[in-house]
């Protein structure tokens, strides 16, 4: 084994950044020998000073200038665990300008300035690896780009935030109204004070824009993802879910349709015999479908210090290696330029649920406004429901844009009290 | 985009070698913008001159001599998929003697004399990839070797051979003799005429050695698996395990214990809850343990000439890129020496299926017989059974050796018509 040492600086000592200084001490000659060299965490930057305590650095190396990282002369791989978008951008181009490979976990930066980051990593000849961007602990980004270079993936159905599973989850297993579920999910340290960024959808959006690049080799941005968020599932659509044979979970899914792109995160119904269905709690996945495999899954911890920081080593070792050989991991891949599908254009199965009057003739009325926009009906429960009636309709695959007339007209019907839900089913049909 | 050309050879052009060759030339465009070069098939070797039809590639590329292959100067990847330990093992030292790398599928041989090959690899400064040898199109060699770097993994549990767990789908879902299920994997392609190999579980045991020295960084060979098959199951057995909440799987399991690896195949109970419980059909799966990123799950086909002609193609890949850079991708990972547990060392929960005369006394004799033993009983049923009656103990953990002297023992019992089944449960205590 090579005694080369390695000296790497992380900007960013969070929960992840911590565990990252932690799991390279105690790994550390299993590490060495699967990386060629030894890797020493040589200078640790962050604001708050109180986060050197209990790491294992010399208190030397903690500074609060993030430019002595991602410029020190010493350093020869720059990990960034601040995340957004600046001033992590700055940081990560300073580093490549000083020829510095990085790895960073900031799926919010990828999905909205990925491409300078790829053409600055390639025009300093340097390393981009992230690993920990997507799935936290789960090995799908060096997968998905090396293991499966043999192969043309058409679609990516995917658990992403671990969040939002766990509120869905409680949802289901108990009967939690999603405000209660979203109050446990914070005491358990699960979602953050403010939700908006798993709740409506916004943190998977950016991952699915990621996965959808890679698999795809076409540039997609976080803006180009249709997004939903879980806030108004209610009880009686978790129940419906359950008693149709669907869960509800919140998907994002890519797809190539011809030479297009689709790319969306919304909740959705999938069948309980489909693999995502059994995913629980905050756990992610990933489902792939190709041409040549078929189905792939890929499943684990989403989120978490631990699981989080062995993406972020693993990253690492790759690096080392390439710098120990002098040659560089797979870079950008999207060399192909693809348009994005509008959503109008998208065609799924749809659950409908509607409050209607009780009176004779309603149902008639409202399946004429579903064929008269071609959504074909699969099938119908009635129930009373106090005064009036609840309608719950399945479809079979039809176009977004027509399912959106439909509703919108239903909601015109003198014996439509309110359009409760609307969900796509999906992996059906 | 380089125009460098990179010429590979085939040795064994079957289901899996057709596939390959099919998909370099369907995807061929692809395949150079990720490789950094173009991938050619230059030669195919194949001692049956008809598995040339139909290929694209030209005529004069065919040959029935390997050797022209694995000595041909114009040939920078050999790629073999005959199988079995001779000749393949001398066709791919004849490769790495001339300083050829290679990609097999070879599980047997790597499990055989995986020792040998990587020193071999080694030795001549060439990589040897084989993502293929497990899980058929499942990314998991290279994640766990590369992407898992970072992590310290405690335990494999997987569903490795697809052909057991679809006639375990099909005795469990339709009823169906274990002997029934087999005839008709066997007629639908799923099984071999002979089918030991994947029935008596030496197929997993070669996977399962595999996976277990890349986890655990210590050579773990073929014969160092215990190994037991599934074709003692029965319907009984089926019935029980869904009336007590478990679905009955062929499981390799290599797990650390301290710092001895413990390997083996055998058809064990799992809780409906486990993920692996609901790999379906011929699908495979593998979970793993580790220390940090806790429980993660890779899910596919693990078989069929497309889905595994991906991983194939993908190591290709990858090794044309080292080639272009003039680098080498991770080799053996085995630096570490480890010790086999003994199968009698083993804890595990039990199943015991027992017919018994119908008479008063008898669970109390029967009882007593696990409890001179030190096995906890966790839950009893009895049911009756023509003259006499069944009874069904599930264990509390207990040690391997204590549970076989218990059913000794129990054979030896005037009470004990038959000890019908026994069978390990996974994944609960």
Same mark, same amino acid.
């Given at each position: 084994?090579?005694?080369? *040492?390695?000296?790497?600086?992380?900007?960013?000592?969070?929960?992840? $950044?911590?565990?990252?200084?932690?799991?390279?001490? +105690?790994?550390?000659?299993?590490?060495?020998?699967?990386?060629?060299c030894?890797?020493?965490?040589?200078?640790?930057?962050d604001?708050?000073?109180?986060?050197?305590?209990?790491?294992?650095?010399?208190? =030397?190396?903690?500074?609060?200038?993030?430019? /002595?990282?991602?410029? !020190?002369?010493?350093?020869?791989?720059?990990?960034?665990?601040?995340?957004?978008?600046?001033?992590?951008?700055?940081?990560?181009?300073?580093?490549?300008a000083?020829?510095?490979?990085?790895?960073?976990?900031?799926?919010? &930066?990828?999905?909205?300035?990925?491409?300078d980051?790829? %053409?600055?990593? #390639?025009?300093?000849?340097?390393?981009?690896?992230? /690993?920990?961007?997507? !799935? $936290?602990?789960?090995?799908?980004?060096?997968?998905?780009?090396?293991?499966?270079?043999?192969?043309?993936?058409?679609?990516?159905?995917?658990?992403?935030?671990? @969040?939002?599973?766990?509120i869905?989850?409680?949802?289901?297993?108990?009967?939690?109204?999603?405000?209660?579920?979203l109050? +446990?999910?914070?005491?358990?340290?699960?979602?953050?004070?403010?939700p @908006? =960024?798993?709740?409506?959808?916004? #943190?998977?959006?950016?991952?699915?824009?990621?996965?959808?690049?890679?698999?795809?080799?076409?540039?997609?941005?976080?803006? %180009?993802?249709?997004? +939903?968020?879980i806030?108004?599932?209610?009880?009686?659509?978790?129940?419906?879910?359950?008693?149709?044979?669907?869960?509800?979970?919140l998907?994002?899914?890519?797809?190539?349709?011809?030479?297009?792109i689709?790319?969306? *995160?919304?909740?959705?119904?999938?069948?309980?015999?489909?693999?995502?269905?059994?995913?629980? %709690?905050?756990?992610?996945?990933?489902? &792939? /479908?190709?041409?040549?495999?078929? /189905?792939?899954?890929?499943?684990g911890?989403? =989120?978490?210090g631990?699981?989080?920081?062995?993406?972020?080593?693993?990253?690492?070792?790759?690096? =080392?290696?390439?710098l120990?050989?002098?040659?560089?991991?797979?870079?950008?891949?999207?060399?192909?330029?693809?348009?994005?599908?509008?959503?109008s254009?998208m065609?799924?199965?749809?659950?409908?649920?509607?409050?209607?009057?009780?009176?004779? $003739?309603?149902?008639?009325?409202?399946?004429?406004?579903?064929?008269?926009?071609?959504?074909?009906?699969?099938?119908?429960?009635?129930? !009373?429901? $106090?005064?009036?009636a609840?309608?719950?309709?399945?479809?079979?695959?039809?176009?977004e844009?027509?399912?959106?007339? @439909?509703?919108?007209?239903?909601?015109? &019907?003198?014996?439509?009290?309110?359009?409760?839900?609307?969900?796509?089913?999906?992996?059906?049909?």
């Open positions: 084994m090579s005694e080369r *040492v390695m000296r790497a600086g992380l900007v960013g000592c969070g929960t992840v $950044g911590s565990a990252v200084v932690r799991l390279l001490a +105690e790994h550390r000659d299993d590490i060495a020998a699967r990386a060629g030894r890797i020493e965490m040589a200078r640790v930057a604001l708050d000073p109180a986060r050197a305590k209990g790491l294992p650095i010399d208190a =030397a190396s903690f500074t609060d200038d993030a430019n /002595e990282v991602v410029e !020190g002369p010493d350093i020869d791989i720059v990990v960034e665990l601040i995340g957004g978008i600046e001033p992590a951008r700055t940081l990560i181009l300073a580093a490549f000083a020829g510095k490979p990085v790895v960073t976990a900031n799926k919010e &930066l990828l999905a909205n300035r990925g491409r980051l790829m %053409d600055a990593a #390639d025009e300093n000849g340097v390393d981009l690896y992230f /690993e920990a961007a997507v !799935g $936290g602990g789960i090995p799908i980004i060096r997968p998905m780009k090396e293991s499966l270079s043999g192969e043309r993936l058409k679609r990516i159905t995917g658990i992403m935030n671990g @969040t939002t599973n766990y869905l989850t409680r949802m289901t297993d108990v009967g939690m109204s999603f405000g209660d579920a109050a +446990e999910a914070q005491s358990l340290g699960y979602a953050e004070a403010d @908006t =960024a798993d709740v409506e959808g916004f #943190d998977a959006a950016a991952k699915c824009a990621i996965l959808a690049s890679i698999a795809f080799n076409a540039r997609v941005n976080a803006q %180009d993802v249709y997004r +939903e968020g806030s108004e599932i209610g009880a009686d659509d978790i129940a419906y879910a359950k008693r149709l044979g669907y869960a509800i979970k998907l994002a899914v890519a797809e190539l349709d011809a030479d297009r689709a790319a969306r *995160v919304h909740p959705a119904m999938i069948p309980l015999s489909h693999p995502l269905a059994s995913v629980r %709690d905050s756990f992610n996945a990933i489902f &792939l /479908e190709g041409e040549k495999t078929g /189905e792939l899954m890929f499943y911890r989403g =989120a978490g631990d699981p989080t920081a062995t993406a972020v080593v693993g990253d690492m070792v790759a690096i =080392a290696r390439n120990v050989s002098g040659s560089r991991g797979v870079g950008c891949t999207c060399f192909l330029e693809r348009t994005v599908r509008p959503m254009e065609r799924s199965q749809y659950y409908v649920r509607v409050d209607v009057v009780d009176q004779p $003739g309603v149902l008639a009325r409202i399946a004429a406004v579903f064929g008269s926009n071609g959504v074909s009906i699969k099938s119908v429960v009635q129930e !009373g429901k $106090g005064e009036g609840q309608l719950v309709f399945i479809t079979h695959a039809a176009n844009g027509a399912l959106q007339k @439909t509703i919108a007209e239903l909601r015109e &019907l003198s014996v439509v009290e309110a359009v409760q839900s609307v969900l796509r089913v999906e992996a059906e049909e």
